[in-house]
């Protein structure tokens, strides 16, 4: 019972606190992740991690806008390559307007709006919809349609519409764990996410930005979180689909349009609106996040590193928003010329793996391993990835004895292309790195420097060695925990039910309920607890003066404290003030001349 829907990029999250942990401890004034490849391991280094870096946020962008401008089409009539250009033109504007901040403020306002969504559909289909309205009824229906005994032909079934026993599930189940297609997939989409994460300097950022003592919590809840969204929108938009024997065909579904049909099916228009909703909220959120972070590599590692090196903040800032602009136009024409070539959301997510695969151990050891070297990295990067692509078109020939955009996204090939990429650019880094180490101690990453001076109120405490060391441990024990229980306990319990029985299945749709119904909470919950002593501050600042001016008597209390302490600091503080309402006479007399 696996849906194609499905994203395991919680576990990549899960793990991904060591490295959030670790560059607290030896980059802490780094910018992007590229700044430290190129601290680390030289020039060469970092064009190649800048490659792979650009490549990832260009890939997950293209998949975002494929996805949304299909979905778009499909519930409003818009042109499709009209969707493609206007969805980033949104996002431009306020990451323009906000930078890094706007994307934190929008990521928490756009959850709790996709939360909110996500837990409506899922009470729908198994309590409150009069097609399905429970998870027997979806069981029920889920058992029919893939029947042997099922006629397979119009009126009953469409043409290229899922129909009949499922090849290469347990008793052609839709409810069964026991499912070859199921295990290939799984294993391209947790490969692909490594990229996707682990290569995407947008997670980079956001671990630079976070403070050491809540960082590898956050990621730890941040991955169980965020698993509800692929796990309840899977058990039950993904499977409300099937068991409303929608007529679907494959290529609609790996254009991300299974979700939008449901919806329509189960609540008409209002359904179309808030899947609309759902969906401008997840692109525009994880949008910006991919503009912010395109930025950031061209002002700090291409500008500040190449071109002015002595660039100002203001001069960063200038650059960070014609880089918006210009990365979002790109993209909307890229997304256009991808729908015209037939590439689908499907594909595209397939194939990510295959072209950013190698990159993920490498940068892994940059941060956690001293022997990796400069050559061993280069090398495993580059070769991994063209193994990768050679081993999938390969494949693909030998297999179908044709490459094109159908036979390339099918199963075997992505999988044998995946798995080399990411095993072969790892193997071949540590390989080159055992023979000939680097031995290194992270002492110029540690001396990277900011732009402008630390402005943040975070206590010096929280970085240091044995706090930091106390919080990477615990991420690591509770962080590979919960990835044996998500990758290999939970599935493995789920194998001896072969074909899930009602009362098992009705077990699993629970689980999905409940997960997906906390995670909402904590979601939406524990941001607004851990900041209400600040929502109160600014909300007091907005409807009254009493804070402003307590704030101000004791900035007043503190200078007469340093002037008597200090007669000469209070004699420099006089003089000053007496050259300022100097200059103020002689500007206000040389204004009232000119009027006259």
């Known amino acids: 019972m696996v849906d194609k829907g499905t994203d395991l990029q919680d576990v990549q999250v899960l793990l991904f606190g060591v490295m959030a942990i670790e560059i607290k401890r030896k ?129 009953i079934s469409h043409s290229n519409q899922a129909c009949g026993t499922v090849d290469g599930n347990h008793g052609g189940s839709y409810l069964t764990m026991l499912s070859s297609g199921g295990l290939v997939f799984g294993i391209i989409n947790i490969i692909g996410n490594f990229g996707t994460v682990f290569v995407d300097n947008g997670y980079w950022m956001s671990a630079i930005a976070a403070r050491p003592t809540s960082t590898h919590k956050g990621y730890l809840l941040g991955g169980l979180v965020w698993f509800a969204v692929p796990f309840s929108l899977a058990t039950s938009l993904g499977l409300g689909a099937l068991a409303l024997d929608l007529p679907l065909t494959a290529a609609e579904a790996g254009r991300g349009l299974v979700p939008p049909a449901t919806a329509v099916a189960l609540m008409g228009k209002f359904g179309a609106v808030l899947l609309l909703t759902m969906l401008f909220m997840a692109v525009t959120s994880a949008g910006s996040a991919k503009l912010v972070a395109v930025s950031t590599l061209v002002t700090y590692d291409v500008y500040r590193t190449y071109i002015n090196p002595k660039a100002s903040g203001k001069q960063i ?86 490459v094109d955009l159908d036979t390339t996204g099918r199963n075997a090939p992505m999988l044998a292309g995946n798995l080399v990429s990411i095993l072969v650019g790892g193997g071949v880094c540590a390989a080159i790195s055992m023979f000939n180490p680097q031995n290194y101690n992270w002492d110029t990453t540690r001396h990277i420097t900011m732009v402008e001076l630390d402005t943040s109120d975070v206590p ?137």
């Open 460 to 596: 010096e405490d929280e970085f240091k060695e044995e706090n930091l060391k106390h919080a990477r441990w615990w991420i690591i024990k509770w962080g590979l925990l919960f990835t044996v229980i998500i990758l290999i306990i939970w599935p493995l319990l789920s194998l001896p039910a072969k074909v899930f029985s009602e009362g098992y299945f009705t077990f699993w749709a629970i689980v999905a309920i409940v997960w997906g119904t906390v995670a909402s909470v904590v979601i939406i919950v524990l941001p607004l607890y851990e900041s209400w002593d600040t929502i109160i501050l600014v909300l007091n600042g907005m409807f009254t003066d009493d804070i402003m001016l307590d704030k101000l008597d004791t900035i007043d209390l503190k200078l007469q404290a340093i002037m008597k302490a200090d007669p000469e600091a209070e004699r420099l503080f006089l003089l000053e003030k007496g050259e300022k309402e100097g200059k103020k006479s002689e500007h206000s007399a040389a204004k009232e001349i000119d009027e006259l």
């Open 27 to 155: 980059a802490p004034s780094a910018h992007t992740i590229c700044e430290i490849v190129l601290a680390r391991w030289g020039f060469t280094a970092h064009m190649v991690f800048l490659f792979f870096c650009f490549m990832t946020n260009i890939i997950v962008t293209a998949m975002l806008l494929l996805g949304g401008s299909a979905v778009v089409e499909a519930l409003t009539g818009m042109n499709l390559y009209a969707a493609s250009f206007l969805i980033p033109l949104g996002v431009i504007v306020y990451t323009l307007a906000g930078g890094l901040k706007a994307t934190f403020l929008a990521s928490y306002i756009h959850s709790v709006v996709v939360h909110v969504v996500l837990v409506v559909f899922v009470f729908l289909v198994y309590g409150a919809s009069k097609d399905l309205g429970s998870p027997q009824d979806v069981y029920r229906k889920l058992t029919e349609i893939s029947s042997s005994s099922r006629v397979c032909s119009s009126p």
């Open 317 to 402: 800032l200038r650059v960070s928003r014609w880089v918006v602009l210009t990365f979002g136009m790109f993209m909307g024409v890229l997304a256009v010329v991808l729908n015209v070539a037939g590439v689908s959301l499907g594909w595209m997510y397939l194939a990510m793996g295959v072209f950013i695969g190698s990159a993920v151990m490498p940068v892994a050891f940059l941060l956690v391993w001293s022997k990796a070297s400069a050559k061993g990295a280069i090398t495993g990067c580059i070769v991994g990835c063209l193994s990768g692509i050679t081993t999938w078109l390969s494949v693909t020939k030998i297999q179908y004895g044709r």
